[in-house]
């Protein structure tokens, strides 16, 4: 009995030693596999497996991975497979909806090469197993056939889009030597044999060595092809291990457009190199892109700080130190309302006078366009304003000498406009003609002297004399007032078509020619 149970014993502790032998290599086993993406899937045969929970994806093989990659569709990751698998299994989506019925679906298709294709989908725990494979697959060891064919269609697909790229992509050695080219490079290459040439290996350089070696993005050459014709390419260059990947972008329309836009600024500077008007126009940063000659003149400022594209800020500043400026109370608020021209009309039109400190005069029109830019316009007024001033000097002094005289006169113009009369005309006719501007013409007038006085044709005839034209006598005649009084009127032709009208009044008459009369009457 005691032998028994030391044998007992003994295998009891042989059982304990295997298990926890058994139980340190699982774990060493286990601490050695590599580490990252761990799946359900990883010590299952070959296949394209994937298992969904719903049409959520819970896990898949790398042959599913890759499926899923090359699926058409964007989205979820079962309308992802749907989309890949119904191509190869029409009305697939009908099958697998009948799946919880049913319990396993099987299904035959061909793929788009015309190889049948097999898929197995069997739904148990609520959880949806998918397997797709090769109907020809033997299952034996080696690579997932799917996994295979997906990366295959994907690769096929890259290299037709890259070789039907409507761009040139190439790859060259660091010595230069191009050793790959898409379809549009290797048909630009073959323009360019001579008749008779075969195309050889490596391929012919199309672009300088120098320019695709520096690296420079966005550097541009110039490319003639069969017909003689130049074509630009901006080239870009990205480095790798074995060499240089090349891009040739055509930019025949940029290129066109930039030669175009300084055509446009040439003869856009030529035109306004004649303007005395300076201009200056600013970009929607309110930076100084382009001035004409006038400019300078009328601002003072240097060519070299014109050049240097200051800003419209910058521009008012150094004015103001050539005093070139208006001085207001306050100058920063007064300069921030012309950058952002806040008194511009609803075509976005500024204009404003400028008196300067030196006595000139400028005339500032600012226009703003709808892309932000704005043009600013500087006019020497000075001359205007002097001719204007002494125009109303003038007027002043001609107002003054006519009031100073006792007869009562009017002035009227070519076309029957009064635009003047005196002081003793508005005594004598109590009225002054100027209050009413609207019936200061001739007829106007008339109707009122006639109202005035007794009923004659002299206002007739004056409208008439008024409204000849060409060589014309003076001539004077007599009215009566409603007074009584004795008019005494008198017409004379003036330089430039107008007409002078005098009146006086029988007394005035006497006290002219009775010098004693008119003296008692200024001393009373």
Same mark, same amino acid.
């Given at each position: 009995?005691?032998?028994? =149970?030391? =044998? ?168 230069? #030597? ?43 050459? /110039? ?98 130190? /050539? ?27 500024? #204009? #404003? ?90 007829? %106007? ?21 008024? %409204?000849?034209? %060409? ?22 032709? =003036? ?30």
């Amino acid at each position: 009995m005691g032998s028994d =149970l030391v =044998l007992g014993l003994g295998l009891g502790l042989t059982s304990i030693l295997a298990a926890a032998g058994g139980l340190l290599l699982l774990l060493a086993f286990q601490s050695n596999r590599p580490k990252g993406h761990h799946s359900i899937f990883e010590d299952r045969a070959r296949g394209t497996l994937f298992l969904f929970d719903g049409e959520t994806l819970l896990d898949c093989t790398p042959g599913g991975r890759a499926a899923l990659a090359a699926s058409p569709a964007q989205g979820g990751m079962w309308v992802r497979l749907l989309a890949y698998l119904s191509p190869m299994f029409p009305e697939i989506d009908h099958h697998l909806a009948r799946l919880r019925e049913q319990g396993i679906v099987t299904l035959e298709g061909q793929d788009s090469e015309g190889m049948p294709m097999l898929l197995r989908a069997e739904y148990r725990g609520g959880l949806t197993r998918i397997s797709l494979s090769d109907a020809l697959e033997t299952g034996g060891p080696g690579p997932d056939a799917m996994a295979h064919r997906a990366m295959t269609e994907e690769l096929a697909s890259l290299r037709a889009m890259l070789s039907h790229a409507p761009i040139m992509a190439w790859r060259e050695r660091p010595d230069g #030597e191009v050793i790959w080219a898409n379809t549009d490079y290797v048909m630009a290459a073959a323009e360019r044999l001579e008749p008779g040439q075969e195309m050889s290996w490596p391929l012919p350089r199309l672009f300088e060595r120098i320019a695709t070696a520096q690296g420079v993005a966005g550097q541009r050459q /110039k490319l003639l092809r069969h017909d003689g014709t130049p074509h630009w390419y901006e080239l870009t260059v990205a480095a790798d291990d074995s060499g240089r990947r090349v891009y040739a972008l055509p930019c025949d329309a940029a290129v066109q457009a930039e030669a175009n836009l300084r055509d446009f600024l040439q003869t856009l500077a030529k035109t306004f190199a004649h303007l005395t008007t300076g201009l200056a126009v600013f970009d929607k940063n309110r930076k100084l892109q382009l001035f004409n000659p006038a400019l300078l003149d009328l601002t003072g400022l240097a060519p070299d700080f014109l050049s240097a594209r200051p800003t419209v800020v910058a521009m008012l500043d150094a004015m103001r130190e /050539k005093n070139m400026v208006p001085e207001p109370k306050d100058y920063r608020r007064w300069r921030q309302s012309l950058v952002e021209m806040e008194g511009a009309d609803d075509q976005g039109v500024y #204009e #404003e006078t400028w008196p300067l400190a030196g006595g000139q005069t400028y005339r500032v029109v600012g226009r703003r366009h709808g892309n932000g830019s704005m043009a600013l316009m500087f006019e020497d007024i000075s001359g205007e304003v002097s001719r204007t001033r002494r125009y109303r000097a003038d007027l002043e002094l001609g107002q003054a000498a006519i009031d100073a005289m006792d007869e009562g006169l009017a002035v009227f113009s070519e076309t029957g406009q009064l635009v003047m009369s005196n002081r003793a005309y508005t005594a004598l006719w109590g009225s002054d003609p100027m209050d009413r501007v609207a019936e200061a013409g001739i007829r %106007g007038v008339s109707d009122f002297w006639a109202a005035q006085t007794a009923p004659s044709k002299l206002w007739a005839e004056m409208r008439d004399f008024i %409204g000849t034209l %060409g060589d014309r006598e003076a001539w004077s005649a007599e009215a009566r007032l409603l007074d009584g009084r004795r008019l005494i009127c008198r017409l004379a032709p =003036l330089t430039g078509g107008g007409t002078l009208v005098g009146f006086r009044t029988a007394t005035d008459l006497r006290e002219a020619q009775d010098p004693a009369t008119a003296l008692h009457r200024h001393m009373a």
